[in-house]
Every structure is written in structure tokens, then in C-alpha cells.
């Protein structure tokens, strides 16, 4: 019998904790554990878990900071059932989540999955351009969003689940506190162990608020993929320096601009911005959010291009270690 115990590990966001609860509250399966651990929160977070101790299953636990990775284990090696399901704290799940992720474990076989993540109507229409950017076939391959766009599916920790006597097996999430959840990905398949995308166990992310955050986030997703390629040598694709050849394709087109008095370069990035325009507007049936996805699409290929070239660089020719080059992203 498959077994859900739901891992949440959490860092001040006492709205959106409640928000999550709120939406577990709802499950048509209600055969389930949760277990919050709070990373050495600023704000006291446990009169927001009080409100649902009577609706929900839940233990609560608190610690000091380590990072999400090394939070998530604590709390998977507290756990009582055999799959583990990690979510983050920023997330709201439909009312046959737990239903669907059962039915799916049940007839694939897999060792861990996962699912989209997707907007919710109710997300202010930053939050929805930034989820399209996030998602996009023409951003990131649509590899965050559909089936169809995967081949061998990399679970994220906003929406995953492992099973414990697997996921302890080899250890958990590593020390990383940025990448953490794709380094798990590829160990598990290093282990001979099976990933598998479920299309209907989707969850709403509401990710950053604004472009300044969602700029810093995915910098530092750039920053850690070439860490993770010095991991995992052996699931490096081509694809993961497109980011940063936009930006230099970029570059070069402003300097072929002014100095060459030629466009040809910056026609192309003209072109991809009424791609990303028309696709986002078709997409979410509205113009303004289609503006925003401009801006946050170019945000977005720009600061992870950035981030990956920096971190390339300093790994690759400098020569430093990954701890030494970005210690923020380890657990110190």
C-alpha cells in the first residue's frame, strides 16, 4: 500500500503556509501525514500550523538554519510513510492532489516523480508572467509544464515525491542549497533508480513577487548548473549555455548596431520578442500579462545567461572550487 507523508520545509513565509494548509485541508484523500520543518524561521510559525492541527495530520518542528536541502532531510527521516512528497512553501495544491499522485504510483512504476507547476487564476499578473516565463516552450523547452516536452524528467522540489527507503538510500538532498533538487535528480539516476512525470499532479507556484527577486533567483539558478555539471558530467546537455549565448548574442548585437550600423543581429531578438508576446497573450488571454512576459522572459535569459557564464568561468579557468566560488550555495 502506498503511503504519503508530505515534507514541507519552510523559511518565514507564514502567508503562504497557511495558504498551502488551506488547500491540503480540501484533499478528496485525506489518508495523509505532513510534516513542517521550519529552517530557522524569523517570525514565529507555529500559530499558523495550530490552526490546522485539528483539520490535518501534522508534526512540527524547528531547527536551525542549514538550508532547503538539509531541512527537507530532517524532516523525511522523521516520516512514517513509504513516499515521500516534497512541496514548497510557496505552492497551493487542487483537491485531488494526494488522490492523483496515488493513482499515478500505482500504475507507473518509478522510483520518484514529479509534476508541473503551473499559475493560479488568482495570482496578480506579475506573478502569471513570471510563471509563463518559467514554463514556456520558447523560455525553458516547456520541460516545467508538459509531458510532451520531457524525456527523461528531472523532479523539482516544489513538486516531488521519492520513495524514503530510496531517498535514504542515497542520502537525500546533498549539502547545496541552491540546485539541490536536480543534484538528487541525476544521483538518483546514477544509482540505477527511475524518474517519471505525472501530468496531473500540477501545482500552483507563486515563485517571486517581482522582477528584482526573480531576477536574483534564476542568477543563481545560473550559477549552480555548472556546478551541477561538474557533478554529474554525464547529464550535461548543449542546452544549458543557451541562456547565455542569448545574452552574448545580444551584446553582440547592440555593438553590430552602433559600430557596424547593421541590425541584423537585433532583428532576430525582435522577432523572439513578438514570439514570446503573441505565444504568452495566447496563452493567458491577456495583453498585459503578455507585456510582462516580455520583460520577465529577457530577465530571465539574461540573469541565468549571466550566472552560468560567471560561474563557468571561475569553475572552468580559474580553476576554484564551488565551495570557495559561491559559498552561499553550501551549507557552511
Known amino acids: ?27 478528496t484523500d485525506k489518508d495523509f501525514e505532513i510534516i513542517i520543518v521550519d529552517d530557522g524561521s524569523q517570525i514565529n510559525l507555529r500559530p499558523t500550523v495550530e490552526t490546522f492541527q485539528e483539520m490535518l495530520n501534522i508534526q512540527f518542528f524547528r531547527k536551525d538554519n542549514s538550508g532547503p536541502g538539509l531541512t527537507r532531510n530532517y524532516g523525511a527521516k522523521r516520516a512514517k510513510n513509504n513516499w ?10 487542487e483537491e485531488d492532489y494526494i488522490e492523483n499522485i496515488k ?23 506579475m506573478q502569471k508572467a513570471i510563471s509563463y516565463s518559467m514554463t514556456s516552450v520558447f523560455t525553458t523547452g516547456g520541460i516545467r509544464g508538459s509531458k510532451k516536452s520531457v524525456t527523461k524528467f528531472q523532479p523539482r522540489s ?19 542549497r541552491i540546485g539541490e533538487d536536480p543534484d538528487l535528480s541525476m544521483t538518483l539516476w546514477e544509482n540505477g533508480f527511475t524518474t517519471a512525470f505525472f501530468d496531473d499532479i500540477g501545482v500552483y507556484h507563486k515563485r517571486r513577487v517581482d522582477f528584482g527577486k526573480f531576477s536574483k533567483q534564476v542568477y543563481q539558478f545560473g550559477c549552480a548548473r555548472p556546478i551541477l555539471n561538474q557533478r554529474h558530467p554525464n547529464y550535461v546537455k548543449i ?43 495566447f496563452k493567458t488571454k491577456n495583453i498585459s500579462i503578455a507585456g510582462m512576459a516580455v520583460i520577465s522572459t529577457f530577465i530571465q535569459m539574461f540573469s541565468y545567461g549571466y550566472g552560468f557564464l560567471k560561474s ?21
Not at 503562504?16 to 488547500?23: T, V
Not at 515521500?84 to 495544491?93: H, R
Not at 545574452?247 to 532583428?267: D, P, Q, R, S, W
Open 103 to 125: 493513482k499515478n504510483i500505482d500504475k507507473t512504476p518509478c522510483d520518484a516523480f514529479g509534476g508541473a507547476d503551473k499559475a493560479h487564476r488568482g495570482f496578480n499578473l
Open 312 to 332: 563557468w568561468f571561475l569553475l572552468n579557468v580559474m580553476r576554484m572550487k564551488p565551495e570557495d566560488a559561491f559559498p552561499h550555495h553550501y551549507h557552511q
Open 158 to 176: 516544489f513538486n516531488m515525491g521519492v520513495k524514503k527507503e530510496v531517498f535514504l538510500k542515497v542520502g537525500g538532498f546533498s549539502e547545496m
Open 84 to 93: 515521500l512528497v516534497f512541496v514548497d512553501s510557496d505552492v497551493i495544491v
Open 1 to 27: 500500500m502506498n503511503t504519503i507523508s508530505i515534507i514541507i520545509a519552510i523559511y518565514n513565509r507564514k502567508d503562504e503556509l497557511f495558504e498551502l494548509l488551506n488547500s491540503l485541508t480540501r484533499q
Open 239 to 281: 542546452s544549458f549555455a543557451f541562456p547565455s549565448l542569448f545574452l552574448i548574442g545580444f551584446f553582440l548585437g547592440v555593438v553590430e548596431y552602433f559600430f557596424l550600423k547593421k541590425g541584423f543581429i537585433l532583428a532576430f531578438y525582435g522577432l523572439y520578442t513578438w514570439i514570446v508576446f503573441f505565444h504568452a497573450m
